[in-house]
């Protein structure tokens, strides 16, 4: 089977090249071979690849920002879709889009359902939002993979950030009233290509690790796990305080709950998925390979 892959620097991206089927073909583009925001280029890169299925792990992801760059949010991730959905449509080729949590408001009292009504709080989710409308509008088979708190041991996200903050402070304030649920890539990364493999599979799946966290839950995991593989100094014990949304003033706001409900994502695929917490030690796991690789 043969795959193209947007957004091919991203952490899902990198994870999906890295953890390829043998009986998969992957063509992964980055910005400058494919940007997702100029329809021409999508539909000359889909003639000449004839992908049988288009991933698009592209996205503009800097929720804060976006506040202040709608443009470009809506640009990326409402235009971008839409482009790749009207370039699938016309090829007759499958999409799996990643969209976010995010598009909900936090106010549900139990884990969101993928047919739930979104009420995105800020412009990023609102971006998502419209992307999803579109893919979905345009190319009702195609997949709408909805997931949250994503982490690799690459790039920018909370656990590298957290391991950054606890090497160079003793006190930290982590926010203790939004709770979700972390998501490593590898979790991710097998959900996609299970649905790669799965033929038939359409419209939205929610797909996150099992459980729920705060994040100061997330970061007081990280610290502990952190020690025990050896990415701190056992001696090291960082005190993290937990803190409110209100002592922590962000420009975009964030839903308070975006527990998502896997089930027709478990169902489907006849897969187990792992608790966030053991995949966040697997992770740590191979991130320390990667520093001591790096030291020598
Ligand atoms: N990160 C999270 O916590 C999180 C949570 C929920 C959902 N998601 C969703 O999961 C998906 C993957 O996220 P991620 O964390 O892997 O994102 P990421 O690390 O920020 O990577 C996004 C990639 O998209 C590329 N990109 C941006 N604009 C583009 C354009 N116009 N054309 C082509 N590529 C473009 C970026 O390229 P450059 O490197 O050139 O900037 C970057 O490599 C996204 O759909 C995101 O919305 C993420």
Redesign the pocket.
């Known amino acids: 089977m043969n795959i193209v892959l947007?957004?091919?620097?991203?952490?899902?991206?990198r994870e999906l090249q890295k953890r390829k089927p043998s009986n998969i073909e992957l063509v992964a583009l980055?910005?400058n071979d494919?940007?997702?925001?100029n329809a021409l280029q999508v539909m000359e890169v889909i003639t000449e690849y004839k992908p049988e299925v288009v991933i698009n792990?592209?996205?503009?992801?800097a929720v804060d920002k976006a506040e202040s760059e709608r443009g470009q949010a809506f640009a990326?991730n409402a235009i971008?879709p839409e482009n790749l959905a009207k370039a699938c449509k016309a090829f007759g080729k499958g999409l799996i889009h990643?969209?976010?949590?995010?598009v909900f408001d936090g106010q549900s009292p139990t884990p969101y359902q993928p047919k739930d009504t979104v009420r995105p709080l800020g412009v990023y989710g609102e971006s998502?939002a419209a992307g999803e409308v579109a893919v979905q509008s345009l190319l009702p088979e195609a997949v709408i993979l909805r997931?949250?708190?994503?982490y690799s041991a690459h790039?920018v996200?909370f656990v590298n950030t957290m391991l950054r903050l606890m090497r160079e402070r003793k006190k930290l304030g982590v926010v203790a009233d939004q709770v979700g649920t972390p998501t490593s890539t590898h979790t991710l990364a097998g959900a996609i290509y299970a649905l790669v493999h799965k033929r038939g599979a359409s419209g939205i799946y929610h797909c996150t690790d099992a459980g729920a966290a705060s994040w100061y839950d997330f970061a007081v995991a990280i610290s502990e796990e952190a020690r025990q593989v050896g990415l701190l100094p056992l001696e090291k014990i960082v005190q993290i305080k937990p803190i409110g949304t209100a002592d922590y003033l962000t420009p975009a706001a964030r839903p308070a709950y975006s527990v998502l409900d896997k089930a027709r994502l478990v169902k489907d695929l006849g897969i187990e998925l792992q608790h966030w917490r053991q995949a966040l030690r697997l992770v740590l796991k191979e991130k320390k390979v990667i520093e001591k690789i790096a030291c020598r």
Do not use: C, E, H, P
Request: proline share 0%; aromatic share 10%; hydrophobic share 35%.
């Open positions: 947007t957004g091919k620097n991203g952490q899902l991206a980055d910005r494919l940007d997702i925001t792990a592209s996205a503009y992801t990326v971008g990643i969209s976010t949590d995010f998502k997931t949250a708190w994503v790039g996200n």
